[in-house]
């Protein structure tokens, strides 16, 4: 008989699971957590919303939500690799076209350059554009000898353009300022009118090829505008160098004075200053800047830049692969020093041995040729695949070549995105 306060001899069973509890389901290991709407996942959706979740499930047998999330990934990296190919192939076709057309760049090709003596010398310039005068009958003598491409505007009396007859430029004293006066510079005008000399001079238009000017031989009373080269000195010399109260002949004269190169933001002020620097490159006009125009510089400074980056992507894939065939290729694959050689040791008490257990672990003694044989890991990744596919995949990796001693396969199936 028990005493009170004592345990009794009797063993007695403690309180078991009943019926009600015996029916819950076991707590899934993985609990499936809402995806939070990273941009990632916004953009997949947008990208996809013509493929509603009811037609992936009724059409795409994909009942899922986690099945269709990871399709509408999958659609939206297919459209990043569309729009990075599309971006690809419009810098290399369709930039130049953009931002240097052909007309562009034939024109630049096209230029006589001042100076260029390359081919028999005898070439002028009159209101920009070449004229060979080598066989010219000159009808006027001059004193001197033009160089290759000099701008002889100056030298004939040129009709004043329409350009500069608007209404705009009417208190403009350079707009129709004669400048065939005996104090321009050149005693006049002795070559008389552009078009009548052109003519009897026998004076051959080169194709309407332009005089090209590089910025070191804008002199001065030469400035550009626009990338039109013009020559003012007639008109300089004319008046004097003494500008009157405009705001035209303010903006020449500190062109002139203060060696102002590029004058174009001067002739951007207003409406009536754009109308000028029409009629002044009509009047003047020299020639042309032989240099590249921004957009033309800028496609050819993208593809210098492309080919270097490109370049060095395939000198270093070479020369990494040339080092790793030379240099690191034989030690990963050596054989290692038979001291250094440790045997394979597993566990004999494994369901998969056949074996009995024993207390401690067993040796398994290897031949020769698999004692040599390196350890090697090969990792397969899976996302939203099916049974058949992955059963293809541990079916190729369990028929290699590769030793079955030294060949573990794991095959971890999170269950939290399931394939078709």
Same mark, same amino acid.
């Given at each position: 008989m028990a005493i009170r306060g004592e345990r009794g001899g009797t063993l007695r069973r403690n309180r078991t699971l009943v019926r009600t509890e015996r029916g819950q389901a076991a707590t899934p290991m993985i609990k499936k957590e809402k995806r939070k709407l990273t941009p990632w996942v916004v953009y997949s959706k947008i990208i996809t919303f013509w493929a509603p979740g009811f037609l992936l499930a009724k059409l795409g047998k994909m009942p899922d939500p986690g099945m269709q999330q990871a399709w509408r990934e999958k659609i939206a990296l297919v459209s990043l690799i569309v729009l990075i190919c599309g971006a690809v192939v419009y810098l290399t076709i369709f930039l130049p076209m953009t931002?240097?057309? =052909?007309?562009?760049?034939?024109? +630049?090709?096209?230029?006589?350059?001042?100076?260029?003596?390359?081919?028999?010398?005898?070439?002028?310039?009159?209101?920009?554009?070449?004229?060979?005068? &080598?066989?010219?009958?000159? =009808?006027?003598?001059?004193?001197?000898?033009?160089? #290759?491409?000099?701008?002889?505007? #100056?030298?004939?009396?040129?009709?004043?353009?329409?350009?500069?007859?608007?209404?705009?430029?009417?208190n403009f004293r350079a707009a129709q300022f004669d400048v065939c006066k005996p104090n321009n510079g050149n005693n006049g005008c002795p070559l008389g009118d552009v078009d009548k000399a052109i003519k009897d001079n026998n004076f051959k238009a080169m194709d309407k090829r332009p005089i090209g000017y590089d910025w070191s031989d804008v002199k001065p009373g030469f400035f550009v505008i626009n990338g039109h080269v013009l020559n003012l000195t007639?008109?300089?010399?004319?008046?004097?160098?003494?500008?009157? +109260?405009?705001?035209?002949?303010?903006?020449? @004269?500190?062109?002139?004075?203060?060696?102002?190169?590029?004058?174009?933001l001067l002739f951007q002020r207003t409406s009536s200053m754009k109308a000028a620097a029409d009629c002044l490159i009509d009047r003047f006009l020299a020639g042309e800047l032989a240099k590249d125009t921004p957009?033309?510089?800028?496609?050819?400074?993208?593809?210098?830049?492309?080919? &270097?980056?490109?370049?060095?992507?395939?000198?270093?894939?070479?020369?990494?692969?040339?080092? @790793?065939?030379? @240099?690191?290729?034989? +030690?990963?694959?050596?054989?290692? #020093?038979?001291?250094?050689?440790? #045997?394979?040791?597993?566990?004999a008490a494994a369901p998969w041995n056949g074996k009995k257990p024993q207390t401690g672990g067993a040796t398994a003694n290897l031949g020769k040729g698999e004692d040599d044989e390196l350890f090697t890991v090969m990792l397969v990744t899976c996302y939203s695949e099916g049974e058949d596919s992955i059963r293809g995949t541990c079916d190729s990796l369990c028929n290699t070549d590769f030793s079955d001693a030294r060949k573990v396969l794991f095959i971890v199936a999170d269950g939290i995105i399931t394939g078709s």
């Open positions: 931002f240097c057309p =052909q007309s562009v760049a034939k024109f +630049q090709s096209n230029i006589f350059e001042l100076g260029d003596k390359s081919g028999d010398g005898n070439v002028i310039g009159i209101k920009g554009k070449a004229y060979s005068t &080598a066989q010219a009958k000159w =009808q006027s003598k001059l004193d001197f000898t033009p160089i #290759p491409g000099q701008d002889m505007t #100056p030298y004939f009396s040129v009709p004043m353009p329409k350009s500069c007859t608007s209404s705009k430029l009417k007639p008109y300089l010399l004319t008046v004097n160098k003494s500008p009157s +109260q405009d705001m035209l002949d303010e903006a020449i @004269f500190a062109a002139a004075n203060n060696s102002l190169v590029d004058a174009s957009g033309c510089f800028a496609v050819n400074l993208f593809n210098y830049a492309a080919l &270097a980056v490109i370049g060095g992507i395939v000198l270093t894939r070479f020369f990494m692969a040339v080092i @790793f065939q030379y @240099f690191l290729s034989w +030690q990963l694959v050596r054989r290692p #020093p038979r001291s250094k050689v440790r #045997p394979l040791s597993y566990n």
